[in-house]
């Protein structure tokens, strides 16, 4: 009866219901979860935002439509995604992430909104899964405009040195820590003709890159 209520709030039926089970079941819960689904989601949900920016700004050159995508697959935003589902309260997470109050942790609503994604793509196919996505996404699509997005720490680091006629930034994960439901990465970044080495650490790979790109840019800077 509950999925039934997550079913019609997300505005699909699933035909196998076992699809959406496990894109709701977090690692910290069992072995058999959500993680290849988000990874398979966060693929889909990459190529629709694209293509939904692509057809909506035909004007806008490819920083505009990728600083505009980062903006809108970043992990805030698809916890709001996640938010409006209330998605929280179907969440099957581990004794200790319920303890943690990881129902309301951005990171696990935004992985839970991917594997949605992905389960919805394994249960009707491609077109359903981006049908989907534009649903979910049509208020914030409308609200986008170029150059309104931030760039972020790399793109903004990648482009500095790209006008110098610079190597681009090495990026290097060196550490990581924690349980496979809570883990932490570190991550190093090199910059040529800087002999300090930056360390960025997050709870993915690529927040990492971030924080550490972040470094290199106060240590140069860079407005």
């Given at each position: 009866?509950?999925?039934?209520?997550l079913?019609?709030k997300?505005g699909y039926?699933?035909?196998?219901?076992?699809y959406?089970?496990q894109?709701?079941?977090?690692?910290?819960?069992?072995?058999?979860?959500?993680?290849?689904?988000?990874?398979l989601?966060?693929?889909?949900?990459n190529?629709?935002i694209?293509?939904?920016?692509?057809?909506k700004?035909?004007?806008?050159?490819?920083?505009e439509?990728?600083?505009?995508?980062?903006?809108?697959?970043k992990?805030?935003?698809?916890?709001i995604?996640?938010?409006?589902?209330e998605?929280g309260?179907?969440l099957?997470?581990?004794?200790?992430?319920?303890?943690?109050?990881?129902?309301r942790?951005?990171s696990?609503?935004?992985d839970?909104?991917?594997?949605?994604?992905?389960?919805?793509?394994?249960?009707?196919?491609i077109d359903?899964?981006?049908?989907?996505v534009?649903?979910?996404?049509?208020?914030?699509?409308t609200?986008m405009t170029?150059g309104?997005?931030?760039?972020?720490?790399?793109?903004?680091?990648?482009?500095?040195?790209?006008?110098r006629?610079?190597?681009l930034?090495?990026?290097?994960?060196?550490?990581i820590k924690?349980?496979?439901?809570?883990?932490?990465?570190k991550?190093?970044?090199?910059?040529?003709?800087?002999?300090e080495?930056?360390?960025?650490?997050?709870?993915?790979?690529?927040?990492a890159?971030?924080?550490?790109?972040?470094?290199?840019?106060?240590?140069?800077?860079i407005?």
């Open positions: 009866m509950q999925l039934e209520r079913q019609k997300l039926q699933f035909a196998n219901l076992d959406l089970k894109a709701l079941t977090h690692r910290s819960a069992a072995s058999h979860n959500n993680e290849r689904l988000e990874f989601g966060d693929s889909i949900l190529f629709a694209g293509k939904a920016l692509y057809e700004f035909p004007k806008a050159n490819e920083g439509l990728s600083r505009m995508r980062a903006a809108l697959v992990e805030h935003t698809l916890a995604v996640a938010r409006q589902f998605l309260e179907y099957k997470l581990g004794a200790g992430e319920l303890k943690s109050g990881g129902h942790r951005e696990i609503l935004s839970c909104v991917e594997a949605i994604i992905a389960a919805v793509y394994l249960d009707s196919g359903k899964a981006i049908e989907r534009y649903c979910w996404f049509q208020t914030l699509l609200e170029p309104e997005a931030p760039k972020d720490p790399k793109t903004r680091l990648q482009e500095f040195l790209q006008g006629k610079m190597k930034p090495e990026y290097e994960v060196i550490d924690g349980e496979a439901h809570n883990q932490s990465f991550v190093s970044c090199k910059v040529e003709k800087l002999d080495i930056f360390i960025g650490i997050g709870t993915s790979r690529r927040k890159e971030q924080q550490a790109a972040e470094q290199v840019i106060k240590k140069l800077n407005k």
